[in-house]
């Protein structure tokens, strides 16, 4: 069950305003699958029971060119569907029953809940799996659904909405920037690794992951509610986390190996997922799917773990977080190449007061800013004054005054987090009538108590 976000053709194609007017012209209508709820005994829905969103899946995996899921390997699909709550908009021809017909648009939304500050949580609206058929561009497929989407989460209170992008130039057009970014990094472990630092406490063991139970949801939970920009995990990262993927061997497991840290009180601290790529993958290679820590020792000690796995020449990790701190933790920081650095986490602004007051802010500023926010769907539109005081953020909205900055709602949701620098976005010519010095208050206030990283996709 590979997560995604968008795949269409058109990322580029003008788009004229009044979406459902526009789908029209094109004898095509928006139609909502609502969610669905598992059977009475709790076991995963059954496909045949819901033929409109298994045809929604199925056009969703074939415009990401992914394997089709059929029989029980899409029950459970759609019972992760379930657990999350996800909504699915599908675009039709007139006359086409969603039962039978798979959609020529797809998009799939659900409630969650985002870490805006360590231990502050605010609710955000998810979109995933957004296609269009190539034979469908330039109808205004894409807009119809984001602006019914963007319109029911507004309406519903979330104060952000967010997404993940296989293609970086779409979602702008929407509001939506990029808050948070990851590296993929590759770390040459051919001879002893060892550590910048002391000789980390604990012990760390090798565990099947099918053992762990709730261990590692446990800890994964613990530390993204400390993680600004990490969402609450899916149902199918559940699934996978515990290597019951029916996708793969029929749910028996896909060699999916877990290493468990512990501290001198056997208290589990610590937990990574990873996967031997096989032998003919060349140099040796295992891929961390996963590592959390709630403590220094568990960290290190599960980064001297993985580092020094028998017959391994390489370790990789593809959703690293864009901090340094593993090439801090290794006594030759060299080792460690970065084969890719990408924006990964979008957001998008729908309540200015909501989203700016739902997050922490340091201590010691004691500042106050005008903002002017444009947004063409009008959901943060307006004059706003961020003032901070005492670590907490309050949000007016002004009917006349003088911006300090002006922006659009794409750059208002870069910098919600602090993940992204005024400064930065400024110098990129993103940022009007902002001083240097107005855009380093705008970052002192922002700044955020810990790195901006997303734990996991959606």
Request: aromatic fraction near 6%.
């Amino acid at each position: 069950m590979t997560q995604h976000t968008d795949r269409h053709d058109s990322a580029h194609a003008a788009v004229p305003v009044g979406p459902d007017a526009r789908l029209a012209e094109h004898g095509l209508r928006l139609q909502v699958i609502e969610p669905i709820a598992r059977p009475e005994s709790g076991g995963d829905p059954d496909w045949r029971d819901h033929p409109a969103l298994s045809h929604h899946v199925r056009a969703a995996e074939k415009g990401f060119y992914e394997k089709v899921p059929t029989g029980a390997v899409l029950d459970q699909v759609l019972g992760c569907h379930a657990d999350d709550g996800r909504r699915s908009l599908g675009v039709y021809e007139d006359g086409d029953n969603p039962a039978d017909t798979e959609p020529v648009g797809t998009f799939v939304d659900f409630s969650s809940t985002m870490t805006a500050s360590p231990g502050r949580q605010v609710p955000v609206w998810q979109v995933t799996n957004v296609t269009v058929s190539p034979g469908h561009r330039r109808r205004g497929v894409l807009r119809a659904m984001m602006t019914r989407s963007l319109a029911d989460a507004a309406a519903s209170g979330h104060p952000v909405a967010a997404l993940t992008a296989t293609e970086a130039t779409i979602y702008g057009r929407f509001g939506f920037g990029v808050a948070a970014r990851r590296s993929w990094i590759r770390v040459d472990t051919r001879g002893r690794v060892d550590l910048a630092g002391p000789a980390p406490s604990g012990r760390v063991r090798r565990q099947d992951p099918r053992e762990l139970g709730e261990t590692y949801r446990e800890l994964q939970e613990s530390v993204r509610r400390q993680t600004p920009g990490s969402t609450y995990r899916t149902a199918e990262c559940l699934v996978r986390w515990q290597d019951r993927e029916r996708s793969e061997n029929e749910g028996k497991g896909t060699g999916l190996l877990a290493a468990v840290h512990r501290d001198e009180r056997g208290q589990v601290r610590g937990a990574a997922l990873y996967r031997f790529e096989g032998w003919q993958t060349e140099p040796t290679t295992i891929t961390v799917e996963g590592l959390v820590a709630q403590t220094s020792d568990a960290w290190r000690g599960l980064v001297e773990y993985l580092m020094n796995l028998d017959l391994i020449e390489r370790v990789q990790h593809q959703r690293h977080p864009d901090d340094g701190l593993l090439a801090a933790t290794l006594a030759d920081p060299r080792r460690v190449q970065t084969v890719q650095h990408r924006d990964d986490l979008y957001v998008r602004v729908l309540d200015v007061a909501a989203a700016f007051e739902g997050r922490d802010y340091a201590p010691r500023v004691n500042d106050a800013l005008v903002l002017h926010v444009r947004d063409g769907l009008g959901h943060a539109a307006g004059m706003w004054r961020l003032s901070v005081d005492g670590g907490r953020g309050r949000v007016d909205r002004l009917d006349a005054a003088q911006a300090d900055v002006s922006l659009d709602v794409r750059e208002l949701g870069a910098l919600w987090l602090g993940g992204t620098s005024a400064r930065t976005l400024a110098r990129a010519g993103l940022l009007d009538d902002a001083s240097e010095q107005t855009t380093d208050r705008l970052d002192a206030m922002l700044a955020p108590a810990r790195p901006v990283h997303l734990l996991t996709g959606f």
